[in-house]
């Protein structure tokens, strides 16, 4: 399994920004993907979730109304849309797949290398 973010890149407040995750080797129709982000000194937070027909999406209550993630079953490629950023959403974003195991607890849980997305003037 192969996951591989794209997009990252410095913005100024108030700017946008596309990331994108392309998977590979993964059964991306029954995988949960998320986005998560660590900046410098902090711990790994979870941004942004999405299920597997894109029914429910979850967001951090910092992103809610500014961030938008989607997914495209037929590419096996998830995005997180990036609006309004501020300097507080600088950090390493990376891609997260969760496939739960069929017919037995537990789930195989894979990330990608990380993109960098900094805000700053």
């Known amino acids: 399994v192969q996951l591989v973010e794209s997009g990252g890149g410095l913005v100024q407040p108030g700017g946008s920004l596309r990331l994108s995750c392309a998977a590979s080797g993964l059964t991306f129709y029954r995988s949960k993907m998320s986005w998560y982000r660590q900046a410098p000194g902090k711990e790994r937070e979870l941004v942004a979730r999405?299920?597997?027909?894109?029914?429910?999406?979850t967001y951090a209550d910092s992103v809610k109304g500014r961030f938008t993630i989607s997914r495209d079953n037929p590419k096996k490629t998830t995005f997180l849309e990036m609006n309004s950023l501020e300097p507080g959403d600088t950090a390493v974003y990376y891609c997260?797949?969760?496939?739960?195991?069929?017919?037995?607890?537990?789930?195989?849980?894979?990330w990608g290398q990380g993109t960098q997305v900094t805000v700053s003037t």
């Open positions: 999405i299920t597997g027909d894109g029914g429910t999406l």
């Open positions: 997260n797949a969760r496939l739960d195991r069929l017919g037995r607890a537990g789930a195989d849980v894979y």
